[in-house]
């Protein structure tokens, strides 16, 4: 009786299983031949001001699938879209994927610009938020600092240039004119009252920064991208204290390279 207990049970559960099998056979094919509705394109720009716009994915896909809408979902090729969209410089991350009612996703996060390069050549170029290069958007223009000056760096030689952020802390691997400007700019960017007062950062002959601020006829000159708390501080330590008293416009250079001094000049 046992035995024929254990046979039973052993047949009950080899037809669960089979069960399973072929339930989970039948949803697979009702999903392959299931049309696709529609397409949902959604983008997360975060902080930064739009440099990819629906249109722009919809005729990525258009090149890559085809007209989806109404097609098996079976023959959407969701790898193939995905690879095709992440080639668009703009885009940080994508995933593409089908949900049950038929509709294909498409989430994109895109890059944030944090700096628009103008080199000697007046080639322009962003700096993102990761460190990497991106080339300007005709259609789109991004509002974030700007560094012009003495810079020979370019997006047409070096469009897969990242900075290497995890080096930043040694000195010794930082010493790049892009990756002192990237650190600068996280700088200012992260602090509330440089982000509303430095407009432009200028690269002199000697490799150094020169700030151009928004309030005041005056330039900064804060040397190399070293000791920025200690400078900034002096900064608006002087810009408290002093030019809140004589005047924004009393002097033409202020000077905050030299540690523990604040310098000014007219010029």
Known sequence: MKK????????????MV?????????????????????????ISYGAADILVAKKDIDSILMKTAGMVRGKPLGYINTGAIEAAVYKQPYVAKVSVYENNEGVLFIEIR????????????????????????????PNFSARVL??????????????????????LSDSVFYDSLLTNLYKLTMYITHDKFLKAQI?????????????????????????????????????????RFGLNKIGWNKYNVINIQYKNQVVCSKI
């Open 199 to 239: 407009a432009q950062i200028y690269v002199n002959e000697a490799n150094e920064f020169e700030l151009i601020p928004r309030i005041g006829n005056h330039i900064i000159q804060l040397g190399k991208a070293e000791d920025l708390d200690d400078k900034f501080k002096r900064l608006y330590a002087f810009y």
């Open 4 to 15: 024929f207990l254990k046979i039973l049970l052993i047949a009950f559960w080899i037809l």
């Open 110 to 137: 895109q890059r944030e610009p944090l700096l628009r390069i103008i080199n000697q050549k007046y080639e322009s170029f962003y700096l993102d938020e990761s460190g990497a290069l991106l080339p300007v958007n």
């Open 18 to 42: 089979a069960g399973a099998g072929v339930l989970v056979g039948f949803v697979e094919v009702s999903h392959f031949s299931k049309p696709c509705k529609k397409v949902e394109i959604r």
């Open 146 to 167: 700007v560094a012009n000056g003495i810079i020979d760096a370019s997006y047409v030689k070096n469009p897969n240039y990242r900075v290497n952020i995890l080096a």
